[in-house]
């Protein structure tokens, strides 16, 4: 099976890579840092996993059409595919410039239309297919600070369960993954960005956990694993699902 992950050079992206390679699909890494992806593929290939990388930036809908078509040309048909390319600029709404909501709303809610109706036009005639966007656990609970990030994850998210709908007949499954705080770069960097610049690396993760009821953060592989279950045949049954994978933070 080809499966077209995107972000695949981050901390969840890559770990999704990680379990998809391992369970004997051929892979296709898709991320718009091309060293970040390099050096990426270079450790899977260490590790005996073989991916092939692919440099896109999936705001740009030409080059979502592109590289869906590339990995076609040189993979083969691709059945499934999963958005974890994803921004987050961090700031109260009063002064969100039209730039950071822009910017946001590129990558994490036109990315993900723009890849999903590149993959999903190729799967329909097919009938059959998979699609799992990361969105995040902000997407339903008001964040401040992060309200531009939230809104754009809402929008990721419903275009994902609206596009389910469309091509449920067509024996296409669209899920959600939503994570809470999930140990990766784009975590840490917000503990750089935001007001409490003094506190410590250990500090941070402790105000994390206090809000998760199991009392940890999730590692990338945590997130991982539920997207590779929502693209197997174990889920063939679900579809336009969320799939809250963050300790019970929103939940408990
Ligand atoms: P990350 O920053 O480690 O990885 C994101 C990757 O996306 C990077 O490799 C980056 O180069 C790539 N990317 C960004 N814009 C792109 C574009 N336009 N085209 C192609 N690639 C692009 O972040 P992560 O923590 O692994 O996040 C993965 C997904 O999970 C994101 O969508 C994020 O919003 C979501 N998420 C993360 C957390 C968390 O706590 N880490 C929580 C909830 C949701």
């Known amino acids: 099976m080809v499966a077209v992950v995107t972000g695949a050079a981050g901390g969840i992206g890559l770990a999704v890579v990680r379990i998809l390679a391992g369970n004997e699909n051929a892979v296709a890494a898709v991320d718009r840092d091309g060293p970040a992806l390099t050096e990426a593929v270079e450790k899977l290939a260490a590790d005996g996993l073989a991916v092939t990388g692919f440099t896109a930036d999936v705001s740009d809908s030409d080059q979502a059409d592109s590289v869906i078509a590339a990995v076609e040309e040189r993979m083969g048909p691709v059945e499934s595919l999963v958005n974890s390319a994803g921004v987050l600029r ?48 902000a997407a339903g609970t008001p964040r401040s600070s992060m309200g531009a990030y939230a809104a754009s994850k809402a929008a990721a998210a419903m275009v994902t369960k609206c596009l389910g709908l469309e091509v449920a007949r067509h024996g296409i499954r669209c899920n959600v993954v939503a994570p809470g705080s999930t140990d990766t770069p784009m975590l840490r960097s917000m503990w750089t960005d935001t007001a409490d610049r003094q506190a410590t690396l250990e500090g941070n993760l402790d105000s994390h956990r206090l809000g998760i009821p199991l009392g940890k953060l999730a590692q990338p592989a945590d997130v991982a694993r539920a997207v590779a279950f929502l693209l197997s045949d174990e889920a063939n049954h679900i579809t336009m699902a969320t799939l809250t994978v963050d300790g019970g933070a929103t939940l408990g």
Do not use: K, Q
């Open 90 to 137: 961090t700031g109260e709404l009063r002064t969100c410039t039209d730039e950071d909501w822009a910017a946001t709303f590129a990558v994490n809610s036109n990315g993900v239309f723009h890849m999903s109706r590149a993959a999903v036009n190729r799967m329909v005639p097919r009938g059959r297919g998979a699609i799992v966007t990361v969105a995040s656990n």
